[in-house]
């Protein structure tokens, strides 16, 4: 049993066939290199020359949260980063811009805590967007409403009977930064070796939770900071702390859109109450269109389901098979480039060796 690995989440049923000796946990990313720690000390550490020939894509890179089997130069606190260990969750979304691209937001996640502010910023259609994120993840999702000091009771009520209506079987807690009110409620959740992920849009107090639930000294993993190559100290974003209670927590920087790379199945989950009217259709194949019998009409019709609520459940899985044709677009190009290039250096072969 290694205790400094225990400290960051480690356990020995995970990776039984690597020596722990060789495991680190990923606890920051800055650009192609990645600061890790095996619980005793921290490296500033790049993957191996083998590894980039083998990655396909974003996903095989590591990411905040992975473990990962090194090569540890321990005099110089560097490490060499010769593969990822399997993850048991991964949080992905398409990337940011044009590109059809999956960008990895943090791994290896017990819980995700989904925040989003009381206030104008509240957006149920988000918070939708984000529960399917959660599951497709893997890790459990868990709504954290912030600015709870800025409401009367009343207008409380009303605004989380709101956010209810969507987050079926998702637990939601309700807190103020300001007056610590419903902190304490997260603790169920952050328990020693559990890691949790916040994640939210720009402004929502996601940096302020952390300040709070880290109030009584925010035990980095180990405190060196590691200068970049012009010798400035390097602002991280995502970042994995450890808390007080033993619970790891990593913080992401605010999300202007939240664009999902893929999760039908997490839209079944998420959206059970519209499965479940769908199921009850005479049609299996139903479009919930002008079928006879549609159940998801009838309960549009009597108020069962709400408009908007259909209306999101559609658009979400329009969107998943959008970018399902495009990932599978992008692959077949993929494809064909690697024959092209491969008949031009036969061919190339073929020239050198004089054949025809
Ligand atoms: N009234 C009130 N204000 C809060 C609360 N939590 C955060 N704030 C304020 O909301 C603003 C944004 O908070 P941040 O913690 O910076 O938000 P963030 O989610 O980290 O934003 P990014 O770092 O851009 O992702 C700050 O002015 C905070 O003081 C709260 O519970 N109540
Ligand atoms: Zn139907």
Not at 319 to 329: G, P, S
Request: glycine share 6%.
């Amino acid at each position: 049993m290694n205790i400094n690995l225990t400290k960051l989440g480690w356990n020995e049923t995970l990776f039984t066939k690597t020596d722990p000796a060789i495991i680190a946990r990923v606890i920051t990313v800055q650009r192609n290199s990645y600061r890790i720690s095996d619980g005793e000390m921290e490296y500033l550490a790049h993957v191996s020359g083998k590894f980039l020939n083998a990655a396909n894509g974003a996903i095989d890179f590591p990411t905040v949260g992975d473990w990962v089997a090194v090569e540890k130069l321990k005099l110089e606190k560097k490490a060499v980063i010769q593969h990822v260990l399997p993850r048991k969750s991964q949080l992905v979304r398409q990337a940011a811009g044009d590109k059809t691209e999956a960008q990895l937001v943090a791994a290896n996640l017990d819980t995700i805590f989904i925040v989003s502010s009381l206030n104008d910023d509240l957006n149920i259609r988000r918070i939708e967007r984000y529960i399917v994120a959660v599951y497709e993840s893997g890790a459990s999702p868990v709504i954290v409403l912030t600015k709870k000091d800025a409401y009367e009771e009343e207008q409380l009520t009303a605004l989380i009977a709101q956010v209810e209506t969507v987050a079926i079987g998702v637990p939601i807690i309700v807190v103020s930064n300001i007056t610590g009110e419903g902190i304490q409620d997260l603790n169920t959740y952050l328990k020693p070796a559990e890691t949790v992920a916040l994640v939210g849009s720009s402004g929502v107090g996601k940096s302020t939770l952390v300040n709070v639930l880290s109030e009584r000294n925010v035990q980095k993993t180990k405190d060196v900071r590691l200068d970049d190559s012009k010798g400035r100290h390097t602002t991280t974003h995502r970042e994995l702390f450890v808390l007080e209670s033993g619970a790891l927590l990593i913080d992401t920087p605010g999300m202007r859109e939240l664009q999902l790379w893929d999760g039908e199945a997490a839209v079944d989950t998420a959206f059970e109450d519209v499965e479940d009217f769908a199921s009850a259709c005479f049609f299996s194949d139903c479009q919930h269109d002008t079928e006879p019998g549609c159940r998801v009409q009838e309960a549009l019709a009597s108020g069962e389901l709400s408009q908007d609520r259909f209306d999101s459940y559609q658009k979400l899985l329009r969107e998943l098979a959008f970018e399902k044709r495009k990932q599978d677009q992008k692959a077949q190009l993929e494809e064909k480039n690697k024959w092209k290039q491969r008949a031009k250096n036969m061919k190339a072969t073929y020239k050198q060796r004089g054949y025809k």
